[in-house]
Structures are given as C-alpha cells and as structure tokens.
C-alpha cells in the first residue's frame, strides 16, 4: 500500500530519536538536527535528556514519558502534534521502543493519523552482537528477564532449544543468579558479556558460561550489562563428558549451593547422569 504524503500536510510529525548509549559523539547528524528544530521533545528522564540537549545547546520543550506515565503523556502531544509542532521522543540512553518506554505512545500517534519517522541511532543490542563473533542474521532479544528465580528460568526455559543466538539486558545486582540460571537451563555456550559499552570504563570478555561466571565471581561488576549467548547448538553442550568443566563449574557452584542442589544442575547442564554428577559434586566439595 503507498502512502499519500498529502495525508500529513499541516500536521506535526513525531521523530523516534536513538541517543547515544555512553559516548555523546555517537549522537548523529540527524538527530542534533531533529532536536534543534523540535517544538516538544517527549522524554523518559527530562533530567538526562536536558543534559544531552544542553550539551547540544538546543532548548526545545520537554515533557516526561516515561513507564509508567506513557499513555497520560499521549494527550500533550497529540495536541501539539494536531497544531502543526514536530515533536521527538528520546530515552535515557538507545533506540525507544527497544525495552524502554516509547511503544504504545507510537502506536497511538500512528493511530491518530500522524506521521513517525525513525532517526535511527546508538543500539547496545546491536553493538553487543556485532562484537559476539556470533550468528546474527536471526537472533531473539528478551530484554530484562523476570526477577523472580521460577519466573526467569521459565523464559530461559522457552528459548532453551531455539537456534537463533539470544540477548539479554541485566542489572548488575541480578547478573549472578541470572548467569547461573543460564548454566542450569541453558547449558556451558559461547556467551559474551558487555558491559559499559561505548563508555569510559568498556569491558567485553568471551568465553564460555562457566568461564564467564567464573569472571563474575571474582569481580565486583557494576554498570549496564548486554549478554549475548550462542542459540540451541545440535548436540547437548557437555554430552561428550568434558570432566575438567563439569569439575570447574562445581567448585564454583558449591561456593554457594549444596553438593545436592549442585549435581542437579550440573546434570540437566551437562546432560550427565545423576549419580556421577553427585559423585564429582562430592569429590569437589572434599
């Protein structure tokens, strides 16, 4: 279907602004360009994004959209946006709609006949795969997992057997429990951990999932985190018995677990019996 542009004449147009992830120099041409001729710009944190539009030395109008005000923000900028005003939206930090704020407040605009045009920009999810050495002409981003330990094992547990490489968003007080959640659920893959990406203090280790909870384990880890793991490969990672891993998972897991809660794990993750893994779990522990 083609799109008439006569349709939008006299109306607003509502710009989906990416902003930088870290690195201001990552903010584009279009993007200092859209925000420095705006009318209103709708963002998730006024406080940030004034910081950003300071920096640019813009002062256009801002009104905050954020999680849990975005559909009572909808009004002022329909409103604008039927007066003739363009307006933006940004988030604090990437592209909006992407696990942030932005979604139903485009699906409304469109709805009422407006225009959305994308200002495409900074992405952790695609920084964070272009860097994996992964496959990413099919991947699934999840986002933010559920907090809640069965919560969180279940979503694991419905991209388990999918054969696209997975990315995750996580807060560093969670990011323990969630990488041992993906040694149970998910087996020992390739994974990638990026944290800080494009900022000061960037830090990206490869490896494997014990090799990257063994990194976890033995650093205090702060900042915002992207993990980027290999999708369902065609044979059980551990099938083969690779006892020098199975021995380096258990001495980290019985750290903080029992030899019983760590055979059981260890069982589903690396497809051995259960026996022999209460046994290793056993001589580990001694």
């Known amino acids: 279907m083609s799109i008439d542009k006569k349709t939008f004449d006299n109306k607003g147009r509502l710009y989906v602004v990416g902003t930088p992830i870290g690195n201001l120099s990552d903010l584009t041409e279009r993007a200092r360009d859209v925000f420095s001729r705006v009318a209103l710009v709708a963002a998730e944190d006024t406080r940030q994004t004034r910081k950003l539009l300071s920096h640019l030395g813009v002062r256009p109008r801002l009104i905050s959209c954020h999680e849990h005000n975005e559909l009572t923000a909808t009004g002022p900028i329909l409103d604008a946006l039927s007066g003739g005003q363009d307006v933006a939206i940004a988030t604090d930090a990437g592209t909006p709609a992407l696990s942030d704020p932005g979604a139903r407040l485009i699906a409304a605009v469109r709805q009422g006949g407006f225009e959305v045009v994308p200002i495409p920009g900074p992405s952790a999810i695609t920084a964070a795969l272009s860097i994996a050495g992964m496959p990413a002409d099919s ?19 419905a991209a388990s057997n999918l054969p696209y490489t997975l990315v995750f968003f996580e807060a560093p007080h969670r990011l323990r429990e969630l990488i041992a959640d993906m040694l149970e659920v998910l087996g020992n893959r390739k994974m990638t951990l990026a944290r800080e990406l494009t900022k000061l203090h960037e830090t990206i280790i ?14 205090d880890v702060k900042g915002e ?30 750290k903080t677990v029992s030899v019983k809660e760590a055979a059981e794990v260890l069982s589903k993750a690396a497809g051995i019996n259960k026996s022999l893994a209460y046994t290793l779990a056993l001589e580990v522990k001694e």
């Not at 991947?139 to 547990?157: D, H, N, S, V």
């Not at 490869?206 to 650093?219: A, H, N």
């Not at 065609?234 to 380096?248: H, I, N």
């Open 139 to 157: 991947f699934l981003f999840r986002g933010f997992l559920p907090t809640k330990k069965g919560e969180r094992k279940k979503a694991l547990e």
């Open 206 to 219: 490869s490896g494997t999932v014990v090799q990257i909870m063994e990194e976890v384990l033995s650093t």
């Open 225 to 254: 985190i992207t993990l980027v793991v290999e999708g369902a490969p065609q044979e059980k990672p551990g099938s083969k018995g690779d006892e020098e891993a199975v021995r380096r998972v258990l001495s980290i897991m019985l």
